[in-house]
């Protein structure tokens, strides 16, 4: 059983910053992603970035460049520095965890936070 927490959502004006934070509690898979995927009224939800344990990281085309991902093991913590945040950037952020390896699937979800970013 895995739990996670989102926090650092909030309202910023265009061109300010954010720092999201996840931390994961419950059975931790020593080989995991975590990271964030976000949902925009109307729009499906997507992947923003995401963080091996290993420390291997994608990002959304989107975000590449405004974006930073990065995640502290010892405390099973992700983390998403957001630069230079857009109004396009508004939706909620969820985090996500992903078993890596094995034969068997395990996905967990946050409850999401909402960003806001205002023009």
């Known amino acids: 059983q895995v739990q996670l927490m989102e926090s650092g959502g909030g309202l910023v004006q265009a061109g300010g910053s954010l720092n999201l934070s996840c931390a994961a509690s419950g059975t931790i898979f020593s080989s995991n992603a975590m990271g964030w995927h976000r949902q925009a009224p109307g729009k499906q939800r997507e992947l923003v970035a995401h963080i091996t344990t290993s420390g291997s990281i994608n990002y959304a085309d989107s975000v590449q460049g405004r974006f930073t991902i990065s995640r502290d093991n010892t405390k099973n913590t992700v983390y998403l520095q957001m630069n230079s945040l857009r109004p396009e950037d508004t939706a909620v952020y969820y985090c996500?965890?992903?078993?890596?390896?094995?034969?068997?699937?395990?996905?967990?979800w946050g409850q999401g936070t909402q960003v806001t970013v205002s023009s």
């Open positions: 996500n965890l992903r078993k890596l390896g094995g034969a068997d699937r395990f996905v967990a």
